[in-house]
RNA sequence: GGGCGUGUGGCCUAGCCUGGAUAGGGCGCUGGCCUUCUAAGCCAGCGGUCGCGGGUUCGAAUCCCGCCACGCCCA
């Protein structure tokens, strides 16, 4: 299926290929760009003057006055760039009548039969989520959430690190000081995450100054290793409130998980002593003793050490080969994968790709992203040096309550609204910038309501739904919609680009390419309601309808940022 | 020592893959706009050697090389 404006590019090329071999005989690729405001579309004649020893000027020229189409308006040569035009009445026709028709489902593309797992927050149990990693879930969220629109069939995964050293500590913790009574339980909070680090935070403190606790620590983390059901068992009935807790925080941001795998899962089904005995029949891969480390030498990774162990020289495995039976076992139930990373995790998949490469497996596509940092330096579960992402949710409502109070009429739903201000505005600030860009964590800037922020957009969108409720009446078909006022026309024009918006992000896996397209379109839309008097008016029916194609855009924009479409602020 | 990433007005950020027209936004600041569809809005203004140096090119924020700073990592 295709969209208006793409069909008025496709026109474009076409015709810009025809005449370029029709005047000079030559057949290149042509690359159309979409400048800001000159044109909707152009094309710079540099390149063909300089192949045909010709001023560009003249070819543009040339050119464009041998280009027509029933999508191009106009033509114009300007310096050396030919300027093409969208048919405005024709775009906003089918625009109009295709959002009205597919509503919630315009934008998507065509099916891909193509199933990916896209594996994203996976946190270690031991504790709540910090803002530190609140990219993790945001982002991993929002590209399943595209990918989905994208016409992919996807399942979100959460690895959960059931033997580490985290969870053993606070195993470790649970057992020694809350079931001996060392410690007393202190519920500031309910959710258990909460109650449950601070036996970590304790036992990490612990195991820093008393070699015997260290040593019993690792005793736990020996026994997982090999295996022993029982002891996994048993953690897993402490570590599984902290899940709990977590899970908690990420349905508050809207943000549901499809599955959750266990890493022990490869240790207990055999597939971690497969995967070992398979890599060491393989080149690079030596002995040293027992243990089994992949040669880095030849994969250009020279740091100070250049093996990667896989194996203890006990045997036992190491989180690395784990990851990798986790790879493979993925791999087989998906076409690709998409894997969520803090950029501390770049070794760690490097060498996971490479030795999934000598297997001849699937490797991951992995988005990392940089730390969310305190100005005081970084966040710190074990330190206690953090600001948890409860608290920020909790400091985020509060705010919006005081906004929407303010506001109120009596009738509204203020917790509904302040919830939904708060979670948006949460949500969109971290996915407006970048993943690999560093953020250092400023209250002010993640609690913004204004300017680039998502209540900004939710606050367009509901202003739409304000004007369709008051106008009260039915939107009729209009055979010949005719729109004449710049902002009108530059509305109609950023709705057309929404299909090209999506399959842009989901092309270069870059979700802030949407944030940011969701403003200019709630931009967009303030210009026209400035301009454009809609209720009452002597054109009143046909912006009715440019309204309700906005408020629908406008929706399918916020639900792909997994933001809630409010129809009253 | 090595690898990966980042560097754009006081602060934050888009654009970099795929080079193209006066480098888009936002916050803050200054001034203005609520007797008509929600002022979480709108308008105007101030503010930029796109880290530095070289190269490629008709043309570089964008590509290449070198350097500097910051972040993450070397199990």
Redesign the pocket.
């Known amino acids: 299926m295709k969209y208006p404006f793409e069909i008025f590019k496709e026109e474009v090329i076409m015709q810009l290929e025809k005449a370029i071999k029709n005047l000079y005989n030559l057949e290149i690729e042509v690359?159309v760009?979409k400048?800001?405001?000159?044109?909707d579309l152009?094309f710079?004649c540099?390149?063909l003057s300089?192949i045909l020893k010709k001023d560009a000027r003249e070819i543009s020229k040339e050119i464009s006055k041998r280009i027509k189409g029933e999508w191009i308006k106009e033509t114009k040569a300007?310096?050396g760039?030919i300027?093409f035009y969208i048919n405005v009445d024709k775009l906003a026709k089918e625009l109009i009548t295709k959002i009205e028709k597919m509503g919630d489902n315009f934008g998507k593309l065509d099916k891909k039969n193509l199933k990916v797992i896209v594996e994203h927050t996976s946190a270690n149990p031991n504790g709540p989520l910090h803002v530190g990693r609140a990219r993790n879930p945001i982002i991993g969220d929002t590209i399943a959430r595209l990918l989905k629109f994208g016409g992919y069939d996807v399942i979100t995964q959460y690895y959960v690190d059931d033997m580490g050293k985290q969870v053993a500590t606070l195993f470790w913790g649970v057992k020694n000081l809350k079931e001996k009574g060392k410690i007393m339980e202190e519920k500031t909070r309910k959710k258990p995450d909460h109650t449950y680090v601070v036996y970590y935070q304790i036992a990490s403190k612990l195991m820093e100054e008393d070699e015997r606790v260290k040593e019993e620590i690792e005793e736990i983390m020996r026994k997982c290793e090999k295996g022993d059901r029982k002891i996994l068992d048993e953690m897993k009935k402490i570590y599984k409130n902290v899940l709990e807790g977590i899970v908690e925080s990420l349905r508050m941001l809207n943000i549901e998980i499809d599955e959750f795998i266990e890493e022990s899962q490869f240790v207990l089904d055999g597939s971690v002593e497969k995967v070992i005995k398979e890599l060491e029949r393989l080149p690079h891969v030596k002995k040293e003793g027992k243990a089994v480390?992949i040669d880095?030498e030849p994969f250009g990774?020279?740091?100070?050490?250049?093996?990667?162990?896989l194996t203890r020289s006990d045997g036992t495995s190491?989180y690395a080969i784990r990851d990798i039976a986790y790879h493979i076992w993925k791999g087989e139930r998906a076409d690709f994968l998409i894997n969520v990373l803090g950029?501390?995790h770049?070794?760690e998949a490097k060498?996971v790709e490479i030795a999934l490469k000598l297997l001849n497996k699937k490797t991951p596509e992995v988005i990392f992203y940089?730390?969310v940092?305190l100005p005081e330096g970084?966040m710190s579960t074990r330190k206690g040096r953090v600001v948890y992402l409860d608290d920020l949710i909790e400091e985020a409502i509060e705010r919006?309550k005081k906004?929407?109070e303010k506001?109120s009429n009596g009738e509204k739903d203020v917790e509904y609204?302040a919830r939904s201000?708060a979670i948006g505005a949460i949500r969109y600030n971290i996915i407006?910038?970048?993943p690999?860009?560093?953020?250092i964590f400023k209250w002010e800037?993640a609690l913004?309501?204004?300017?680039?922020s998502a209540?900004?957009i939710q606050?367009a969108h509901?202003?739409c739904c304000?004007?369709l409720r008051?106008a009260g009446i039915k939107i009729e078909e209009i055979n010949d919609i005719k729109y004449n006022h710049e902002s009108e026309i530059n509305l109609i024009k950023m709705l057309s680009l929404f299909p090209e918006i999506i399959k842009?992000s989901i092309?270069?896996r870059?979700p802030?390419?949407l944030a940011?397209y969701s403003?200019s379109l709630a931009?967009c839309f303030?210009?026209f309601?400035?301009d454009?008097?809609?209720?009452g008016s002597d054109k009143e029916k046909e912006r009715l309808l440019l309204v309700n194609a906005t408020r629908q855009v406008l929706k399918n924009c916020l639900n792909l940022l997994g933001i809630e479409a409010l129809e009253?602020?």
């Open positions: 690359k760009e400048p800001k405001e000159i044109a152009a710079p540099f390149q300089k300007m310096g760039y300027n480390y880095l990774i020279h740091g100070r050490d250049k093996k990667f162990y190491l950029e501390d770049k070794l060498l940089a730390f940092s970084r919006a906004e929407v506001r609204i201000v407006k910038v970048k690999e860009k560093a953020i800037e913004n309501f204004e300017g680039e209540p900004f606050y509901a202003r304000s004007i008051k842009e092309k270069t870059n802030s390419m940011e403003y931009s303030n210009a309601y400035r454009c008097r809609v209720i009253e602020m």
